[in-house]
């Protein structure tokens, strides 16, 4: 089976991690803060903190924002559950805003339509958190203005998109939001096996989530609430996590971001030639703004249902008897049972419905051969054009 999505693992990789695991120590060394100044030189932050997962970078990312109960957080419903959840981690309570039908990302002008009628029932978000999916960066100069006027903060979420641009900048850089969020699971354009990161701008924001992520405890003086005991000392002063990240993972990360962008660029080459070779079938292809340079974390297709015989399903199961490990991302979050109780109805937000019905994710990754691509794009053909 082909993969929709894989790491790409070198010796200098493995080397890397192998040092690491010789070395004094397994966490809390030198490795992680290398990691981190590598992220936040590569995408012009001025802070970045590494942690286990994105998961764990969204959710001490609520918490620095103070998101918490009675707040609201808003996302889009074509995201994974993590974009979401970390707003229900804080006791808040989250809610939705529908997708832009071309970029399939979260739709400012839906965004500023809910914003007047929340305004004006009194229940505003606190938080926004808007996901680059499959690395193409939403429209934050748009989102932003919204922030402004209503005075939300933005969390980018940024798990498809290290190594993408908006405007020219890398994602990341924080012109138009608070907090961004990468994720390095091993589908995701840089790996660390487990493990993501949070950037910003704010010294602030920083400490605070430097705080949250290892027990809320802290070892600076300056932080204390009266002068060290001795030399051992240490203070709890909030309540925190276990949400560290370890040398070894900080090591490959390290290892992985010194071929970023040719991760980035290879994927390019690859979306190129589905573009070329995919463009006389029944399918809408992904739409690229002309002012942004994707991560390409996916290439997503959607079926034109009404000129194919067989259904979205069907599809999807004939790819995968072919050998095709297609995949789905994602399934509305609002339709899942645990969202459902909260009451969301399929059809509030009926463009991700759209999407959901249509979208299929094609294997996209670093060591995709072309000879394997060449027999997705054949296996497509067989399947959806009507002369064959
Ligand atoms: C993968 C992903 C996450 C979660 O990342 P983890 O590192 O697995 O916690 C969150 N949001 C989006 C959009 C993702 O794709």
Same mark, same amino acid.
């Given at each position: 089976?082909?993969?929709?999505?894989?790491?790409?693992?070198?010796?200098?990789?493995?080397?890397?991690?192998?040092?690491?695991?010789?070395?004094?120590?397994?966490?809390?060394?030198?490795?992680?803060?290398?990691?981190?100044?590598k992220v936040a030189g590569h995408v012009g932050a001025k802070h970045a903190?590494?942690?286990?997962?994105? %998961?764990?970078? /969204?959710?001490?990312?609520? +918490? *620095?924002?103070? #998101?918490? =109960?009675?707040?609201?957080?808003?996302?889009? @419903?074509?995201?994974?559950?993590?974009?979401?959840?970390?707003?229900?981690?804080?006791?808040?309570?989250?809610?939705?805003?529908?997708?832009?039908?071309? %970029?399939?990302? /979260?739709?400012?002008?839906? +965004? *500023?339509?809910? #914003?007047? =009628?929340?305004?004006?029932?009194?229940?505003? @978000?606190?938080?926004?958190?808007?996901?680059?999916?499959?690395?193409?960066?939403?429209?934050?100069?748009?989102?932003?203005?919204?922030?402004?006027?209503?005075?939300?903060?933005?969390?980018?979420?940024?798990?498809?998109?290290?190594?993408?641009k908006y405007?020219g900048e890398f994602i990341g850089n924080g012109r138009?939001?608070?907090?961004t969020?990468?994720?390095?699971?091993?589908?995701?354009?840089?790996?660390?096996?487990?493990?993501?990161?949070?950037v910003t701008n704010?010294?602030?924001?920083?400490?605070?989530?430097?705080?949250?992520?290892?027990?809320?405890?802290?070892?600076?003086?300056?932080?204390?609430?009266?002068?060290?005991?001795?030399?051992?000392?240490?203070?709890?002063?909030?309540?925190?996590?276990?949400?560290?990240?370890?040398?070894?993972?900080?090591?490959?990360?390290?290892?992985?971001?010194?071929?970023?962008?040719?991760?980035?660029?290879?994927?390019?080459?690859?979306?190129?030639?589905?573009?070329?070779?995919?463009?006389?079938?029944?399918?809408?292809?992904?739409?690229?703004?002309?002012?942004?340079?994707?991560?390409?974390?996916?290439?997503?297709?959607?079926?034109?249902?009404?000129?194919?015989?067989?259904?979205?399903?069907?599809?999807?199961?004939?790819?995968?008897?072919?050998?095709?490990?297609?995949?789905?991302?994602?399934?509305?979050?609002?339709?899942?049972?645990?969202?459902?109780?909260?009451?969301?109805?399929?059809?509030?937000?009926?463009?991700?419905?759209?999407?959901?019905?249509?979208?299929?994710?094609?294997?996209?990754?670093?060591?995709?051969?072309?000879?394997?691509?060449?027999?997705?794009?054949?296996?497509?053909?067989?399947?959806?054009?009507?002369?064959?």
């Amino acid at each position: 089976m082909i993969p929709y999505g894989k790491q790409d693992i070198s010796q200098a990789d493995v080397d890397a991690v192998l040092e690491v695991l010789k070395s004094d120590f397994l966490t809390q060394g030198p490795k992680v803060p290398e990691f981190e100044a590598k992220v936040a030189g590569h995408v012009g932050a001025k802070h970045a903190l590494a942690v286990n997962s994105a %998961t764990s970078a /969204l959710h001490i990312a609520c +918490l *620095a924002l103070g #998101l918490g =109960e009675g707040d609201w957080l808003w996302t889009t @419903p074509v995201t994974f559950v993590a974009s979401a959840n970390c707003g229900l981690y804080c006791g808040a309570k989250v809610d939705f805003v529908d997708i832009d039908p071309r %970029t399939y990302n /979260l739709c400012p002008k839906a +965004l *500023a339509a809910k #914003l007047e =009628e929340a305004e004006q029932e009194g229940r505003l @978000p606190k938080v926004v958190v808007t996901v680059h999916l499959c690395g193409q960066p939403c429209d934050m100069e748009a989102i932003n203005k919204l922030a402004q006027r209503y005075g939300f903060r933005t969390i980018e979420d940024a798990s498809h998109g290290i190594g993408g641009k908006y405007q020219g900048e890398f994602i990341g850089n924080g012109r138009y939001s608070d907090i961004t969020v990468f994720s390095f699971h091993p589908v995701k354009i840089v790996t660390t096996a487990e493990g993501g990161m949070a950037v910003t701008n704010d010294d602030q924001l920083a400490a605070k989530m430097n705080l949250l992520r290892s027990h809320g405890i802290t070892r600076d003086p300056a932080l204390m609430t009266h002068e060290p005991d001795g030399p051992w000392y240490y203070q709890q002063v909030d309540l925190g996590y276990n949400f560290r990240m370890t040398e070894l993972q900080a090591a490959l990360g390290v290892s992985q971001m010194q071929r970023l962008d040719d991760f980035v660029a290879r994927r390019h080459k690859l979306a190129k030639r589905y573009d070329q070779q995919l463009a006389g079938l029944p399918l809408t292809l992904p739409w690229q703004h002309p002012d942004s340079y994707s991560g390409l974390h996916l290439y997503v297709i959607r079926l034109q249902l009404e000129k194919t015989t067989f259904s979205h399903r069907k599809v999807f199961e004939l790819l995968r008897e072919e050998g095709v490990g297609v995949n789905l991302h994602y399934i509305p979050v609002h339709t899942q049972p645990y969202y459902q109780q909260m009451g969301f109805e399929e059809n509030d937000f009926p463009q991700s419905m759209a999407y959901y019905r249509e979208a299929i994710s094609l294997p996209m990754f670093y060591g995709l051969t072309e000879q394997k691509q060449d027999k997705v794009v054949a296996v497509l053909n067989e399947i959806l054009d009507e002369r064959t």
